[in-house]
Each structure stands twice: as structure tokens, then as C-alpha cells.
């Protein structure tokens, strides 16, 4: 305190207590002088200018009250019009004399009704009054704004006005005798039009708002027109005072017809002045008119252009949501139209565009559509300026949308773009709800305060990730948050693209068609949410456990019921798992083809369900939208079992009683509340931890202990924490190298490493943060360590130091720098032992002329892949959805043909997935980012799709929320016969909940020609092409590229030898033997040999084993498709794979297990950070 004191300087002596009590008196002996400072220089002339043009509203009143004088004096030259009488003489008596003395014959003009006027004292007193006041606002506004050139004040047109209509009034006080002179007072509407417009100027300036253009031209125009008109029809009845004496009314009926072409001619001027005035004011007409709907007409196309305003008056009655974009793509715009306007409470909604760019002109074409015409409005502006955001009226919107143009150059700049726009919203409406959707990770901390964040490189790794494990996963996610309406296609119309005659056997007509009826039934499934205490679902569940809501549920009225959140919390659980018991208040997720709100329920007699469920899987009937009936066969429930399944092949074990005959194999029921006795957890735990305690020779060999914990380092800031397997310590950067050997290894190509699993291979162009998320799925803890495939990552461009500290923490993961163009990096990589090839969309490829010729590379690498390694699962991302049917394209397949047809034929619909039956897309083999654009549309009336695709793709990890998995249907598994009975299985034994079906059948339609390297020529004989249609047809599925196994093929390679062999020279002997040798060998070979002889050729040449390549089977005889949700009787088939979504093993970790897990537990408790809510 000491020191505080000290620091105080103390007060001057004239600051004493008599000072204080004194107040100001006291100052007065002080020695200081106020200062004021202005913002002007402080002159009489500047104080003036300031009063009368600086300031705005003292100026606007000047404006108005000018503009009042010059009404009020044309208002004055009427009335002097209405009392004048032209047949009594009025003015200078010495003329008046001098004209009556003499002789005028008929063809003179009598001038003295045109120089002199009627003009009564008062009235001409007012009019004196208004001259001078306004000749002395005129002067005095001329001396103001006079800048250093007199003569260009005179010679302005509105100084002259005033000059002829003020001084001749001024005049006539100093001589009466012109007091009846006639004065033009008539051209004042001229000045009154001058007065508006600066009026209008100044008050746009005084309320600080931007004047409109259009509205300024239209003004001008109108006024225009109308001073026109005025002054032709007091001149024309001003100067027929000496000729038919028009009244004003006459005046004005000549004006009308004349100006508007018409012409009747019955009122016609009289005397040559009056039609020398019409010929001018026609002339002046023809020349200011048209300038000035020139100027009106550009300014309405440019308004067309840029958009007009949406009304306070709208913005307050109606409701709106305006979408942000920096360039709007045809594409982008149907598909947020499409997806807005799919939910039944958003068709009153409007949706205003606010974009920078002109309007597209296919935009333009779609938005004069009378649907969206109405709906749709679009404004040229920027989020960025106020003032457009007024023009959008974005504090009374619903919500504003923020979208990236994800096909700049620049993707950082693109999000800097994006940034700046939210936050200039925020600014001006703070209120209203902000869906932004962001390119890159590293960026998302920036918008934080958004309601609503998709992170576009975040989804996309994620995504990808799991289609690794979970085949399909991308088209599963698409599906669900996609409002499609479930449409199957009649098998008539397939049978009439294919071109299938009726001929065909049962079994042929249900298997093209079957699973196009089962695949585009149950893609109309989606998320919802309800109640409880509110459901018919779920209300009779409350108070019993999670699984068995859901099996209960599922079993009664067909709803898979994956999700719920507690009334206090905002945290969504996906499968809580048995120990979680329901409650009144809480808001259940579930997948259905509708929401129940939508439903009608029916009962049935029970002998009707049955016969429903035996006919449901040879013919699936349709659902209908609006309701759901329950049609369900009974299961047996005989005895307990508790058996669970490893997470590593695991198979559902059989009952002891099952082989029993006439009795079918019985399943544990699904308990009301969990048992501890008898509920398992699930092996995974279990298995995970006896792998930590005995590590396996290889990695006691190899030095290498795995641990699971959180990621020490994160490569950007707002990652979700996940919880993964990881090393004790990190490895050396020159380790993380594949194809090059250091100090501590000297491996140089994938074989050398001895991997036990196959390879996953991601094939980018640059190491961004996003791919940090695709290693984080891949590296879970709940994945069993034995199952870990190695990471290949091949990139175009080396990556950075901050990436390669983030993932060398991580087991198995290594990077090369290579490109898939390269067939040598390809196999140095480990194609070979690869089991996924993940192909991402390059950013340097994205912005292309052509638009969707963006992926033309990405297309024409992946279809190499395809042939060279046909046996490799190749998943791959497009920039452009609709380029996807020229994945593995084969030009002369029927089938894919006939999907192309069906293609168009739903986008004809209207169908918002017309690319949903292609092959690659429902298999789960292609992907684009854009198809996910629909989830941030959807988080508008489902907030909750957001935060459940996040914990589906493992990028939030909630503690009690359960994860996405799959699990295989093989022969020991097929005595559980039905969907239904799995799901009771799952539940009653793990815990599982599963939610659709990954699903691969043979294709029995006609193969490609194209797999047969070698044409038929025309010239051939019917009846060797009728051989080949009967090779083809019962051998359609073979790929064997032995020549001795295709008679057909290996004659028709003769014939074409023979016949090459025919045009060419003759050689003698030896030479003539060889050459003809070697044709046959050549065309003995198909191209199937061809790409394997290249790529054993090139695997020796690099020094390469090529006992690992395999002529790979073809895969292009089958079909993959997913089954979200099917019916409880849908029979399950062998290799189905099965989508779970299992319940988190943490949360099943007694308290009495030993001490090693209870660290653990705390552990995990400790380190448990809440996840990044977006």
C-alpha cells in the first residue's frame, strides 16, 4: 500500500478545499482559454452552404419548399387561364389604340390575346411574391455553389427558366403599365421537375438508404412526360387566344390525341404560331421520349439481372430463407429446391438467392417455371455489403444457408469466403439461425457460433473410412438423408428397356426385377424422431430397456428405433444399449418409410398376416406413403441363449435343441430389463483387452506394443476426440515412407512388410487435414487389433511435417508419393495386396471449363484400375453425381443400358436420387460429396441429422453412444432364416441393433460383349452367330481367359488369322511360318492375358514377386444393392452383410473387474472431453 501511495503525485496548489467549495469561482484567476474547433471554416458564406446544400435535411426542406413555389405558381397561371376572358383587351392603352385604328384584314394575326392577358391585382400580387422569392433563392443558391466560372452559372438551363419567369414580374412594379404583360409562368413545371429530383436525392441522403435506380428513372420519365403535355397544352391555348380560342380542356383533348398518334382532327390549331409550337414539342417528343425509355428499359433488364428487394411487408406476413452462394450451379440449385420443398409444412416457405454473380441462364429458365417462379426470388448482392442484406431482409429470415463453392482452385480461399459471409450475417441479424457448410477442417473453428456446420472434408474421409469396412456405407448415408419417396420400378417397364421377352423362366423374371422392387422400397426410409409419451411406437415400452423397444417395435409395426435423448441432455445415444431403460419424456430416433404422424394403423386377422408373410418375399408389395401394417410372422421363444458373437468372423451359434427334427431352432427372448446373469457383454472388449496382455510373437519380433488412448496430436483445431489404438511411441518420419528404406528398416514395397491383412490404399493429391479423419475410423478402439488393415496413403505431392506428426502415433499407417496414373506406383504401393483402392477427387481437377468434365481424369484412371485389377474393390469420389454411370462403363452391356433408360425415366419423375438403381452407386463402389449436400438442408426441420451422421461415421463420440459395424452372414448362419429373428438374436444376445442389409446377387442378364476381346466380323455366317448367342447364354458368367475352354472363340480367332492372312504378301519358308505363328498366338490371346502379361511384366521389372497377382476373377457379373430396413420375413441369404449398430463396450465394463480395467475406465472417464457440437 505503501508503494500505491507513493506512485500518487499530489495535488497543484490551486487545487485546495476553498477550491472545491468555491467551484468555478475560484477559477476565474486561472490563466486558460477554451478553444472551440469547427467543422468548417467558420465564414457567413460557409454557414450558409452548410444550412442550404451540406446538410441533409435542413437541405431537403429547401428542396420541398422550392418545389411548393413552383407548384403553387403553375396552380396560379391556371387560375389566371380559367378568369381570363380573350374577346376584352387588356394591357397598354396607347396599343390597344393604335391596333383598333387600323384596318386588319381577315389573314392578319391580332397579337394583342398573346402579348396581353387578364391579370387581376391580387393574383398578380401573389405572383409577384413567388418571383421574388424564388429569384432571391435562386441567386443566393448560385452564389453559394459558385466555384470560380460565372458564365457557367448563367448558362444553366434552370437559371434561365427563372430569369424569364421572375424578373418580367419584378419589372412590373416599377411600371405598372406592364402589368398585364403575358409571362410564360407555365415553364415553371420544368423547375418543379429539377426540385423533385434533387428532393428525392436528398431524401434518400437524409434517411441514409440508397436510392433505387429504377425508381429515380421512372420519376424522371413520368415527370418528363407530364411537363411535356403541361407545357404543350398552355402554349397551344395560350396562342389560339388569337385564333379558335381553345379552352384548357380542349387543349388538353388536341395534346392527347396528337401525342398518342391518333389524330381525329377535329380540333385542330388555327394559326401558324400554335402550329409551329405543336411541331416542336412533337419534335422535342421524339427526341427526349425514347432516351428516356432507353435508359427505363436498360435499367429494367440490369434490375432483371440483379434482382429487386423483397419487401418488409412480405418479410413481416410471409416466411422466408435465404441461401447464400458465391456462384449458383444449376445442379445446386435443384437439388436444395428439391430437398426444401420435399417436407409438406415447408411449401409456404420462400426462398431468396442472394449471389454476386448475373444469374445463369439455365438458372433463369428454370426459375420462370410457374412451381418456382412463384417461390423463388433471386438478388445480385453480396452477404458481405448491408445493404443487399436489407434488399433480402435477412433479419426477418427463417434461416440463411451458406454454401462453398467447392469447385475453386482455392478451397482455402473459398472457406475464407464463407467466413467472412457468416460472420457478416451474424453481424447484421444476430437472430437468425445460421446452416454454413465449410470445405476444410482446419477452418471450422472459425464458425463455430453457426447452429448448423457441415464440414465437407470431414464427412467425405469419414465416409469413405467406413466403406472400407462397412461395404456401401456412403450410399447408406445418402439414402437416409436424402426425402425420397420409395418408388419401385414395375418389372413391365425393366422387361421393355431390357428388351426380355416373356419366354423367361420364373426364377429369371424375379431376379432383375426383385431387387429393384426390395431396393427402391426401402431406400425411402429416413430418420425421425417422436415422443415417447406421445408415440403409439414406443409409449407401451416405457419404463423396459432400449433393445427391447426396439425389437418389440420392429416386430409390431416394421420401425427400427436406433437412437434416444434425454430430456435434459442434447446429447443423441445411438443404441444405449439393454442396461438403458426408456422414459416418458424421452425423444425417440427411428427409421421408417414415414414418420408415424403420417400413419394409419390397421389390424388384421392373424390368418391374414400369416399368408402376407409367406407371399412377401416372392412378391414384396408396395408400402404405402401414408400408412404402415403390420404384417409379421410369429417366432419361436422356447429357450435362453445367451451366446455371443466374436467380433472377428463371427457367426450366431446354434441352439442345442435346433437339430431336433420338426422343430425349428429357438432364440433367447429379448429381455424387458437387463439382467446381469444373463447379459453378455460383447467380446469385443473382452478380446481387445487379452490382446493387450499377450501381444503376438510378430509384434514382440517386430518391437511394436499397441495402447489405446486419446491422439496426442491433432492436425487441426475443433477435432473431435476419439478414443484409438495407438503406438507407445511414435515412429521416425523416415519409418512412415513405404517405398523407401532408412536406418531402421530397409523395406522398399509393400511385400516386403509381410502384412498379414489386406491393404487399404488412399490414392489424393495432397495430405489436407480431412484425411486425418479417414485414419481415426480405421484406428477405433473398438476395433479388435487383429482386424487393423494397413494404410497406404499415395499422394501426388509430399506431405507436410505438422500431417506426419499427427499420424505417426498410429500402427500401420505409411504414406508414398506416387499417382495413379502410374502403373509402377501402383505396385509398389501394394495393389496387388490391396483390399480397398479409395480414389478422391483431385482439387486441382475441380474447376474445369466443362463443368462435369471436372472428373473426366478421376473417371478414366479408375476404369484402368478396373481392368488391370478387376478383383480390387474400388471406391471413388466425383466431383459431379451425374458422371457416375461412366463408372466401369461397358458401351455395349443391355443391362447397363436399361439402366440408363430407367435413369431418365426417373429424373423425368422428378426423383430426387434418379441415379440411385446405376450399379456402382447402389453397390457403394462411387461417392460425391455433393449428395451430402442434402443433410445440411434437411437440419432445417431435422436438427437432429446433423449430430446422428456424425456419430454414425464415428466423428463425435458421445460416452453411451453406440457405433456403426457390419457383421457377415455365412452358412453357419443361415438357420436364423429371417430378418426379424436376427434382429431378436442381436438383441437378445448382444445387444445389436441392426438397421439394413449390404446385399450381393449374380447377374443373370446378357454380360458385356466387351469382355471378349475379339469382334465378329460381318461377313460371318448366321450360323456361327447363332452359336455365340447360345455360348453367351450358357456361359455368360465365365471369365476364364483360356482359349482351350472357348471352342467358339478360338474358331473364330482362326478365321480372322486365316483371313488376315489371305491380304498379306506371301513369304517363302521359314519366315512365312513364324509370322504366322505369331499372328496366331496374338490373336489367340484375350485382353484379359494382355493386362496380366503387362503387369507381371512390369511387377519383375521392379523387382516385384508376381506370385501375388492373381488373374483376378471378374466381379462384373454381380450386383450389390441395400435393403434399409426391410420387413421383418425378408429371408437372409448367404454373404448378406448385415448393418449393426452395437452398443459402446466401455459402457459395459463392470466395477469388480480387475484393477488393470478399472484404470483404464477412470482413465477414459478422465480424458473424456465433450465433443465438438456443431
Known sequence: MADLDSEVPPLPPRYRFRDLLLGEQGWQSDDRVQVEFYMNENTFKERLKLFFIKNQRSSLRIRLFNFSLKLLSCFLYIIRVLLDDPTQGFGCKELNQSCSDQNCTPGTIDWSPIIWVNRSLPLWGLQVSVALISLFETLLLSYLSYKGNIWEQILRIPFLLEI???????????????????????????????????????????????????????????????????????????????????????????????????????????IWPSKLLVVIMICVALVVLPIQFEQLAYLWMERQKSGGNYSRHRAQTEKHIVLCVSSLK????????????????????????????????????????????????????????????????????????????????????ADHQTILRAWAVKDFAPNCPLYVQILKPENKFHIKFADHVVCEEEFKYAMLALNCICPATSTLITLLVHTSRGQTVP???????????????????????????????????????????????????????????????????????????????????????????????????????????????????????????????HG?????????????????????????????????????????????????????????????????????????????????????????????????????PTFCHLLQEKVPFCCLRLDKGCQHNYYEDAKAYGFKNKLIIVAAETAGNGLYNFIVPLRAYYRPKKELNPIVLLLDNPPDMHFLDAICWF??????????????????????????????????????EEDYMAD????????????????????????????????????????????????????????????????????????????????????????????????????????????????????????????????QKLCSSTGDIPIGVYRTESQKLTTSESQISISVEEWEDTKDTKEQISYRSSHRNSTSSDQSDHPLLRRKSMQWARRLSRRVPRHSGKTTEKINQQRMNLYRRSERQELAELVKNRMKHLGLSPAGYDEMNDHQNTLSYILINPSPDTRLELNDIVYLIRPDPLAYVPNSAPNRKDSFCNTVGQDTREETQL
Open 164 to 270: 424569364i419567369n421572375a424578373v418580367p414580374f419584378i419589372i412590373t412594379i416599377f411600371w405598372p403599365v406592364l402589368r398585364n404583360l403575358f409571362i410564360p409562368v407555365f415553364l415553371n413545371c420544368w423547375l418543379a421537375k429539377h426540385a423533385l429530383e434533387n428532393m428525392i436525392n436528398d431524401l434518400h441522403r437524409a434517411i441514409q438508404r440508397t436510392q433505387s435506380a429504377m425508381f429515380n428513372q421512372v420519376l424522371i420519365l413520368i415527370s418528363t412526360l407530364l411537363c411535356l403535355i403541361f407545357t404543350c397544352i398552355c402554349g397551344i391555348q395560350h396562342l389560339e387566344r388569337a385564333g379558335n380560342r381553345l379552352t384548357l380542356f380542349d387543349s388538353l383533348y388536341f395534346c392527347i390525341v396528337t401525342f398518342s398518334t391518333v389524330g381525329f382532327g377535329d380540333v385542330t390549331p388555327k
Open 856 to 983: 473426366a481424369k478421376t473417371i478414366v484412371n479408375v476404369q484402368t484400375l478396373f481392368r488391370l485389377f478387376s478383383s480390387l474393390s474400388i471406391i471413388t469420389e466425383l466431383t459431379h453425381p451425374a458422371n457416375m454411370r461412366f463408372m466401369q462403363f461397358r458401351a455395349k452391356d443391355c443391362y447397363s443400358l436399361a439402366l440408363s433408360k430407367l435413369e431418365k425415366k426417373e429424373r423425368e419423375k422428378g426423383s430426387n436420387l434418379a441415379f440411385m438403381f446405376r450399379l456402382p452407386f447402389a453397390a457403394g463402389r462411387v461417392f460425391s460429396i455433393s449428395m451430402l449436400d442434402t443433410l445440411l438442408y434437411q437440419s432445417f426441420v431435422k436438427d437432429y441429422m446433423i449430430s446422428i451422421t456424425r456419430l454414425l461415421l464415428g466423428l463425435d463420440t458421445t460416452p453411451g453412444s453406440g457405433f456403426l459395424c457390419s457383421m457377415k452372414i455365412t452358412e453357419e448362419d443361415l438357420w436364423i432364416r429371417t430378418y426379424a429373428r436376427l434382429y
Open 811 to 848: 500402427p500401420m499407417v505409411y504414406y508414398m508419393v506416387g499417382s495413379i496414373d502410374n502403373l509402377d506406383d501402383l505396385l509398389r504401393c501394394g495393389v496387388t495386396f490391396a483390399a480397398n483402392m479409395v480414389v478422391v477427387d483431385k482439387e486441382s481437377t475441380m474447376s474445369a
Open 620 to 720: 414384396a408389395s408396395r408400402l404405402p406413403v401414408h400408412s404402415i401394417i403390420a404384417s409379421m410372422g410369429t417366432v419361436a421363444i422356447d429357450l435362453q441363449d445367451t451366446g455371443c458373437r466374436t467380433s472377428s468372423k463371427p457367426t450366431l451359434a446354434l441352439p442345442s435343441e435346433g437339430g431336433k427334427e420338426g422343430r425349428r431352432p429357438s432364440i433367447a427372448p429379448v429381455l424387458e430389463v437387463a439382467d446381469s446373469s444373463s447379459l453378455q457383454t460383447c467380446d469385443l472388449l473382452s478380446d481387445q483387452s487379452e490382446d493387450e496382455t499377450t501381444p503376438s510373437d510378430d509384434e514382440v519380433s517386430a518391437g511394436l506394443e499397441y495402447a489405446k488412448g486419446y491422439p496426442p496430436y491433432s492436425p487441426y483445431i475443433g477435432s473431435s
Open 330 to 413: 444449376i445442379d445446386l440449385l435443384m437439388d436444395f429446391l428439391n430437398e426444401f420443398y420435399a417436407h409438406p409444412r415447408l411449401q409456404d416457405y420462400y426462398v431468396v438467392i442472394l449471389c454476386p454473380t448475373e444469374m445463369d441462364a439455365q438458372v433463369r429458365r428454370v426459375l420462370q417455371i410457374p412451381m418456382w417462379s412463384q417461390r423463388v426470388i433471386y438478388l445480385q448482392g453480396s452477404a458481405l455489403k448491408d445493404q443487399d442484406l436489407l434488399r433480402a431482409k435477412m433479419d426477418d429470415a427463417e434461416a440463411c444457408f451458406i454454401l462453398s463453392s467447392r469447385c475453386e482452385v482455392d478451397r482455402t480461399a
Open 491 to 617: 418389372w413391365e417397364a425393366f422387361r421393355q428397356l431390357t428388351g426380355t421377352k416373356q419366354t423367361l423362366n420364373r426364377e429369371s423374371q424375379q431376379s432383375p426385377e426383385q431387387w429393384q422392387k426390395l431396393y427402391g422400397r426401402c431406400s425411402g426410409n429416413e430418420v425421425y424422431h417422436i415422443n415417447l409419451e406421445e408415440s403409439t411406437f414406443f409409449a407401451e415400452y416405457e419404463g423396459k430397456s432400449f433393445t427391447y423397444a426396439s425389437f418389440h417395435a420392429h416386430k409390431k409395426f416394421g420401425v427400427c428405433l436406433i437412437g434416444v435423448r434425454k430430456e435434459d441432455s442434447k446429447n443423441i445415444l445411438l443404441n444405449p444399449g439393454p442396461r438403458y431403460i426408456m422414459s416418458s419424456t424421452d425423444i425417440c430416433f427411428y427409421i421408417n418409410i414415414t414418420k408415424e404422424e403420417n400413419s394409419a394403423f390397421k389390424k388384421q386377422e392373424k390368418h391374414k398376416k400369416k399368408k402376407e408373410s409367406k407371399l412377401s418375399y
